[in-house]
């Protein structure tokens, strides 16, 4: 039986709706993912071994460290329009937390509003997909599991990665706002396009330099 | 494989997207399917018109309730939208926006009629895709034309 890497990927999908939780699953397995969903915010977060009341003190380690988590989350891809947390708030409560922080954000929403886009990227979040999601969306996750990788599979990798940028991973963040400002001022002129799938591609070319992603680790997608 | 069951359910599959009861969503589905996963499409249509159904009646009491809460209205047929354009179903997904929008505005009489649509529809495909499914079975094949069942 082969190894293969991807399926060390491990994807928590977050959707309220059961169809579109069905579908996510079956889009993550046939790109390899191994996948876990859930419906709603909170119950991701309790998976995720994070628990509502350590919230208010983020000095205080929030979660506990694989004895709630069994499987390490890579990615995590949510619905927007959820009732109670929102996928908004979820991806707030994901970059409050000092553990859950670096876990990559996906947000999907059926709707193309343009300003909630932008929260949700300046929020930190990777990507917004629009629903329906396809299987070209699912591929454009790739790049951002990537850089969670299990250490012992990317350690050399990692440490060249780091040399190459010359900082330390606390000062990307500035670095990630430059960037989403761009990828929103893109998907600005592109969401009068009435092709979705063009306005995304478009907003997110690869000739936005993306220091993190263009040094030859990732292939094209 | 019969040729001639193929011939037909691709025939079918082409009338319906060219009629506008599905749409490329519905293509993507079917190309989910796989060796180890040789039924999905029919798999989540089943699953869909199981949970719609729920959905539907909803919406049915939420109508039938004064004063009518549109708020309530508009969140369930959210729901019960998403499933269908998630499901590549053209005509219901037309019928749930008009819905929508008549929420928005707060038209009693607007989201009467058109839920009257939306049934319809839904009730349509339902029909239309049961046979299709029906003859991808005969034809032994699944509905993304897979050898999968027995």
Known sequence: MGISTESQFHVLAVDDNLIDRKLIERLLKTSSYQVT???SGIKALEFLGVHEDDQSNPDIPSVFPNTHQEVEVNLIITDYCMPGMTGYDL???????????NIPVVIMSSENVPSRISRCLEEGAEEFFLKPVQLADVNRLR????????????????????EELGKPEFQSREEKE??????H??????????????????????????????????TVV | MDKNHLQRQLEMKRSLLDQGYLDEQFIQLEELEDGDNPNFV??????????????????????????IDFTALDNCMHQFKSSSTSIGATRVKKECTLFMEYCEAANAEGCIRTFRQVKQEHASL???LENYFKLARQGGTSAGGHAGRS
């Open chain 2, 42 to 67: 029919e798999e989540t249509v089943t699953t869909f018109y199981a949970n719609s159904a729920r959905l539907l009646q909803n919406i049915e009491q939420a109508l039938g309730s004064r004063p």
């Open chain 1, 91 to 101: 991806l707030r409560k994901i970059k409050e937390s000092s553990s859950l922080r």
């Open chain 2, 126 to 128: 339902k029909t239309k």
């Open chain 1, 143 to 162: 790049p951002h599991i990537m850089k969670t990788k299990p250490k012992d599979q990317h350690e050399d990798k990692q440490e060249n990665k780091e």
């Open chain 1, 185 to 218: 001022h893109h998907l600005q002129q592109q969401h009068s396009n009435s092709n979705k799938r063009k306005a995304l591609e478009e907003g997110l070319s690869p000739d936005r330099t993306r220091p993190r992603y263009n040094n030859g680790l990732t």
């Open chain 1, 178 to 183: 430059q960037q989403q400002q761009q990828q």
């Open chain 1, 37 to 39: 969903t859930v419906d």
